[in-house]
């Protein structure tokens, strides 16, 4: 049986850190909540995603995929059709990526209200 070590994302070398940053990552929690919902063609995920580049959807994706968050699915097809949904361990993702993104738009009035304050102090 193998000992799995104590993951900890505040210790500077844990691995775990870089799952942390991912998921941290803007566009990340955006596609994933994108993606929640049903299976999406790159267009169509980047026409829900506004303000994302092709180049950065694309990296993202790449990225999601490899961490196992994403699934691609090509179709060998002319035109070629690609979709791209969530995984099991990316629907564990999605539930709190959600929560965090209503937060945000609950909030929002209050975060601004707090910086129009701090930046009347300076």
């Not at 026409?47 to 699915?73: C, F, N, P, W």
Request: aromatic content about 6%; overall charge neutral; charged content about 25%.
């Amino acid at each position: 049986m193998s000992q799995h070590p104590d993951f900890n994302v505040m210790t500077a070398t844990c691995p775990s850190r870089t799952s942390l940053a991912r998921i941290a990552n803007k566009w990340t929690a955006m596609i994933v909540i994108a993606l929640g919902k049903e299976r999406l063609r790159f267009g169509d995920l980047r026409a829900t995603v506004q303000g994302i580049s092709g180049k950065v959807l694309t990296e993202t994706l790449r990225d999601l995929e490899r961490d196992g968050l994403v699934a691609r699915h090509a179709y060998a097809e002319m035109p070629p059709r690609v979709e791209y949904e969530l995984t099991p361990l990316g629907r564990t993702l999605h539930t709190p990526l959600l929560a965090l993104g209503a937060w945000a738009e609950t909030n929002i009035e209050l975060v601004m209200a707090a910086r129009e304050a701090y930046d009347a102090q300076s």
